[in-house]
């Protein structure tokens, strides 16, 4: 076991190879604020990726509705009772265990393997809500009865547990982007992938024998271009770019401003000590002790700073950037009411007005000597 | 127990058992479990410890013995290997691992290279035999809708055709939708023998040879609760192992439980090398 690095802890924790940071690491911040749900960004993986044979119940990408929902079934509560119950201080390095540490002797991490079945319905609890909305009750903040919805993609994790597990070595992080793959000239199918990884996002195909995993649309983010799952995000919720570690954080690069400038976007399970590439902006009218689990303690932080975005127009104009271009924004700015993408050589890609431009008609025109109606 | 496990790697091989191979005028090239041939060959017993050199590592012992039979015909060498296994696994779905069992021999002579699966510049040769792949050889690879019998999938892009304009892809262009086997993966096409020929340089680099010459062949008792696999092998391999009548060599067996989740790493070993002696004149 080697000694590595893991900022989302703030502390070293121990891993089975050594600290090999790529030269850029790949990443998504999805603000859950306004995922409405949709499934296309699932449909866009789906009909890209994972519509051949062996790939039926296959989401590389996937929406499950939280508390309810999860695909594969229960894999989040079933990691953290495999885990354990361990404390994470405010403002404080975490003190707890991750799989890695908390793993048998005989074994990489702490795991399971979902039987065939709970991975056969993606779409298990949608939209439920926590629990009845009794006759009388009015709205809280935050609120009493809830659900938000969890876009999750493959993390192409720093410290991958599936890199780690495999006895073959056929998994491997490329230097280039952080982006993890499976060797499929290399795999035969043992598993461990499957079981070791906390987040379940690598997948057993019976049909080729080898075990499958989100590539990151390495395709189009070679060639500039975001996955598809982001490029097709209806609610236009997500963005993806390289994120830097904290100490090489640059304040105009977007996931670096999201995750560590303003400290909106956090890691979700961060402390299974995996440090995770997705980062959320966290539901802020959730349960606050459910994000706590699952963001960990600097939640609290970032919804404060999600409530300070009404007077903060640079994080409104990025915010307004996600979604507007199919393009990798390297950097990003703001000025006279308009925000900037631009691409790695620093040339413009797109420009979007902060606010759109409204106008107020008079009710009633004299011209014409007509009343106006909303009316469609 | 580990130390002493390593210190026979350093001192050389501790020989636990000590197969003979008896020389037979049958043709072994085709030879079955029930054939009579094996009928007065002595049974060696071999014994077999969980794994324990890399992680991951089976908790408990699934496979403590191994019998085995040896006899060649000169040209070709054959093996009875028979094991207790509760249950017949030949994998399939997710989370399903098939029944198996390999011998493993060195490919260069003298002393033999580490038991575990050899180290870099001298190799080992082995033949891995899986329940699995006899299925494939037997009924053919299994289609979606034989893993899966109620499975219902609307549309595989891959096969729609209509009868206008859409002619539907040819078989290169549908492999595309099988990473595995655009990607040449043995694991992913038809095994047409039970028997996979591999050679290793050391933990995780195991990697297919072409195999046209060994085969192998596993009967299951469900009554007894025992596979018995034959599996035969030209004596002399070009670019593998080389055994030759008159030598004393070296072997070593691995057994995998399939219902008890063993795979890859997770399996049953022999410790040490165990001598093979090829009975016969030279």
Redesign the interface.
Same mark, same amino acid.
């Given at each position: 076991m080697a000694k590595v690095k893991n900022w989302h802890l703030g502390r070293d924790m121990e891993y089975v190879y050594e600290e090999n940071r790529p030269k850029r690491q790949w990443s998504i911040v999805f603000d859950l604020n306004k995922c409405i749900g949709c499934q296309t960004c699932s449909m866009a993986c789906k009909t890209t990726w994972t519509s051949g044979k062996g790939q039926e119940s296959m989401f590389w990408n996937n929406v499950e509705t939280k508390p309810w929902g999860s695909y594969p079934l229960g894999w989040d509560v079933k990691v953290l009772e495999k885990l354990g119950h361990q404390e994470w201080k405010k403002h404080e390095p975490y003190r707890g265990k991750t799989i890695f540490e908390a793993a048998e002797p005989t074994e990489t991490t702490v795991h399971f393997f979902p039987t065939d079945e709970d991975w056969m319905y993606p779409n298990n609890g949608e939209d439920d809500c926590t629990g009845n909305v009794s006759h009388g009750t009015h709205l809280n903040l935050p609120h009493d009865q809830w659900f938000f919805y969890l876009p999750r993609t493959c993390a192409h994790c720093t410290y991958p547990a599936c890199l780690a597990a495999c006895p073959r070595k056929a998994i491997y992080k490329r230097p280039e982007d952080g982006i993890v793959l499976i060797d499929q000239s290399r795999c035969k199918g043992y598993g461990e992938c499957v079981r070791s990884c906390p987040y379940k996002k690598s997948m057993y195909n019976p049909y080729t024998r080898t075990s499958e995993k989100c590539i990151g649309c390495y395709p189009a983010v070679e060639q500039g271009y975001q996955p598809m799952c982001v490029q097709n995000c209806i609610g236009k919720i997500r963005v993806m770019g390289f994120i830097n570690p904290p100490w090489k954080a640059r304040k105009d690069n977007p996931v670096d401003y999201l995750v560590h400038q303003m400290g909106l976007a956090l890691p979700y399970y961060p402390q299974l000590g995996l440090e995770p590439n997705i980062y959320y902006i966290p539901p802020i009218h959730a349960n606050r002790e459910y994000l706590t689990q699952m963001f960990g303690p600097k939640v609290d932080d970032a919804i404060k700073q999600y409530k300070k975005i009404k007077d903060d127009p640079r994080t409104q104009g990025l915010l307004v950037l996600l979604g507007s271009t199919d393009r990798i924004m390297h950097s990003f700015d703001v000025k006279h009411g308009v925000a900037y993408g631009y691409d790695e050589k620093g040339d413009e890609i797109v420009s979007v007005p902060v606010i759109e431009h409204s106008y107020e008609r008079p009710r009633y025109d004299s011209k014409y000597e007509a009343v106006r109606n909303n009316t469609p | 127990m580990r130390i002493i496990f390593s210190l026979a790697l350093v001192f050389g091989s501790v020989l636990l058992a000590d197969i003979k191979a008896v020389k037979t005028t049958t043709d072994l090239s085709k030879t079955l479990p029930a054939d009579s041939v094996w009928k007065d060959i002595p049974k060696e017993p071999v014994n077999l410890v969980a794994q324990y050199m890399?992680? #991951? &590592? #089976?908790?408990v012992n699934h496979t403590p013995l191994i019998e085995v039979q040896a006899i060649h015909d000169g040209q070709w060498i054959a093996f009875r290997l028979t094991w207790k296994a509760d249950s017949k696994s030949e994998a $399939? &779905?997710? $989370? +399903?691992?098939s029944d198996a069992v390999a011998m493993q021999f060195p490919v260069k002579e003298g002393s033999p290279p580490p038991i575990f699966m050899g180290m870099k510049g001298n190799p080992v040769h082995i033949f891995h035999w899986r329940a699995q792949y006899q299925k494939d050889e037997e009924k053919g690879k299994p289609?979606?809708k034989d893993?899966y019998p109620n499975?219902n999938?609307d549309m !595989?892009?891959?096969e729609f055709k209509d009868s206008g304009h859409v002619k539907g892809l040819n078989a290169e262009k549908r492999e595309v !939708? %099988?990473?595995? &086997?655009? %990607? $040449?993966?043995p +694991? @992913?096409y038809q095994k047409n023998s039970a028997v996979d020929e591999i050679v290793a340089e050391g933990?995780?680099s %195991? %990697?297919v040879i072409e195999n046209k010459m060994s085969r192998g062949h596993g009967v299951y008792d469900p009554k007894q609760k025992t596979w018995t696999v034959v599996i035969s092998r030209p004596l002399v391999r070009p670019n593998g192992s080389v055994l030759k009548p008159g030598q004393n060599g070296f072997m070593a067996f691995a057994v995998w439980q399939g219902a008890k989740?063993e795979?890859? @790493?997770r399996k049953a070993i022999t410790p040490n090398w165990v001598s093979l002696q090829i009975l016969g004149p030279t």
């Open positions: - | 890399v992680n #991951p &590592k #089976p908790k $399939g &779905k997710t $989370g +399903q691992f289609e979606m893993l499975m999938p !595989y892009p891959m !939708y %099988s990473p595995g &086997k655009a %990607s $040449g993966n +694991q @992913s933990f995780g %195991s %990697s989740q795979v890859g @790493s």
